[in-house]
């Protein structure tokens, strides 16, 4: 007699469930249409997206013994930031991770007593236009107010106010479409396997499924298989759909998709395994999207989708930071535009891990099968 094969089983489950997925409009729409929608309007709208709030580094010989100096630090729309080397301090300059470096230097104009100029480049575009007419404003009030009918306090250098260095392009796309991917990796996650599972339960498939030879485990992994397929084809197309389309930035190409699938990867497992609590509390299919909605929505509002975490009130800031899809979404715009290794992530791939198995600790106590 043939011995009855589970691999085989799981994968002929892997197969139907992966038919249905792809029968079934809501999965379609949730997981490809409904971000790639998003993907297209912030596409077409272009650049000039930003945050309200701006890091700038100090340029080293720059003098802040005067009040230009300690208004800045003052501002709400500018936080200073320092390095330990310089390393550093360039590295963050080319990555795009701060506006640029401010230098600020007494005045070659006898009119004035300070000068300021910024020095960045392309890779902070998003960011360095905003800074140079908030630094405007704030030297407009010092000369208007706190000097005013005396010569200038300070004033920007008006030859060279900016010293752009040309090293890459930063697009609106670069931010938003990590933020979408990772939107349709959690609607998927959650809504997909809570939906999936509660049908068959209640349909009493699972039920037929435990008059076969095939184990509980294998059960699970052939319907996990095919959500996991399905999300990683939805993921390749929504990357490269913005990279051929709207210039989405891959740094080192081919590396950096495969980087960006494993992250994907990585947070679907986690937002499966939410998926899972959801099917094991919701006691019918219309207590479902309470519960699935109660676990995305703050993440899709407060993860970084559409604006930096540092664009919420302090206060609010440690909780946006304590959700997973905020990790994942940074780690993949890390990856993809600032040209990080998974390596280089490991502090959010960390964190991941620890809500993995947080989530499926809480899953397994909570999974119904009938």
Known sequence: MQKYSQVKAMLAITKASLRAIFRSPSAVVFSFVFPFIFILVFGFIGDGGGVPVYKIAIDKYS????????????????KIVHFETDQALRSSLIKGKIAGILIITKSTDQNAAWQYAIKSTSAS?????????????????INNTKFANRPAYVV????????????????TIDFILPGQLGFS???????GVAFMFFNLRNTLVLKRFFATPISRTYIILGEGLSRVLFQMLTAIVIILAGYFIFGFTLVNGFRTLLDMLFLSFVGLIIFMGLGFIVSGLAKSDSTIPPFANLITLPQFLLGGTFFSVEAFPKWLQ????????????????????????????????GILLVWGIIVYIVAVKVFKWE
Do not use: C
């Open 125 to 141: 575009d998003d960011k360095w236009p905003q800074v140079l007419p908030i630094l405007n404003a704030i030297s407009d009030q």
């Open 318 to 349: 440690p909780i946006s930071k304590a959700l997973p899809l905020t990790h994942l979404n940074t780690a993949m715009r890390a990856v993809a535009f600032e040209g990080q290794n998974l390596w280089d992530v490991r502090t959010e791939l």
């Open 156 to 171: 920007v250098d008006k030859r060279h106010p900016i010293d752009r260095e040309v090293v890459r392009e930063y697009k």
């Open 63 to 78: 003098d802040t013994a005067n009040v230009f100096y300690d208004s800045i630090k003052a501002s709400s729309r500018i």
């Open 185 to 191: 990796l959690l609607s998927s996650g959650v809504f």
